[in-house]
């Protein structure tokens, strides 16, 4: 059933994001077939690190599998991104400048200045550029990741130190869920679609955990989608509470659909740190 939001969403926005979360799920199957992820202890890693899984071992992933997911996201964008067809031709049409091995590994870095000048030599915005970067390689992330979902999730008390670093890409993290069984809070990677614990009355941007500077903001008629609010850095993290609403959700769909609460919590002045 679809979901009825509080606010007029642009249009076709939410389609755009499910079509791309259905195809990039299509091409995770696929790679399950030639695809193998290297196997990974991720509790001893996590242990003796206590840094996120990729920073400490090796992403293995296929440069000639990688680009040809990437040649067939561009024309999937076209298709329902018709605005930006002029700036999707000139990436296809220089395809020979894109380094297929070096681009996961500078996006994973998050090496602005590498994709800021590669932006300018493609004449194209350095914004489009990763987005189709990062699109194409979470079929990878979430294949590598899935065979570790359960066990990161049920480590409650280990996960908490990641606040809102994914434990197993490195991704930034500005949405979570709260248990319907407990009240749990849960926070979820849309890049790898990892779930971690941490805390309830806390902040995952700056560790603040003073009662008094932390609150929550809803939209009337939409207490199950809330915005946590920190008064010492400002920041704020956007939460599905599951006892409020008896539906299971697609946490990546609700991220999408949840923009009103960015929003909300923009015009209140509050940042989003930890979004790209």
């Known amino acids: 059933m679809n ?16 079509n791309l979360e259905t195809w990039q799920n299509e091409q995770q199957i696929k790679l399950k077939m030639n695809y193998s992820p290297t196997e990974i202890d991720v509790l001893k890693v996590l242990v003796s690190s206590n840094k ?26 076209k298709d329902y991104r018709y605005q930006i067809t002029g700036e999707l031709d000139k990436i296809l049409a220089k395809l020979d400048q894109l380094d297929f091995s070096l681009l996961p590994i500078k996006l994973l870095e998050e090496d602005q200045t590498y994709f800021s000048e590669l932006a300018a030599r493609l004449d194209i ?21 899935e065979p570790h979902y359960l066990t990161i999730t049920k480590d409650e008390s280990l996960s908490w130190s990641f606040a809102a670093i994914c434990p197993f890409c490195g991704a930034k993290s500005n949405f979570s869920h709260l248990r319907a069984t407990d009240g749990h809070r849960f926070m979820f990677c849309d890049h790898c679609f990892t779930e971690w614990a941490t805390r309830n009355m806390y902040c995952v941007h700056c560790g603040n955990d003073n009662p008094k500077t932390i609150q929550y903001l809803t939209v009337e008629d939409d207490d199950a989608y809330q915005i946590f609010t920190c008064e010492e850095c400002k920041g704020y993290l956007k939460t599905f509470d599951e006892r409020q609403q008896g539906d299971q959700i697609d946490l990546f769909i609700a991220n999408i659909e949840t923009i009103y609460l960015d929003m909300l919590a923009q015009e209140k002045g509050y940042g989003n740190h930890n979004v790209d």
Do not use: C
């Open 3 to 18: 979901r009825q939001f509080p606010v007029s969403l642009p249009e076709g926005y939410v389609d755009f994001f499910k």
């Open 52 to 77: 996120p899984i990729i920073q400490s071992v090796d992403f293995d992933i296929d440069e000639h599998q990688y680009k040809i997911i990437y040649q067939e996201l561009l024309p999937i964008l």
């Open 125 to 145: 915005p350095n914004e489009l550029l990763m987005f189709t970067i990062d699109h194409a390689l979470r079929p990878f992330l979430r294949l590598w990741a």
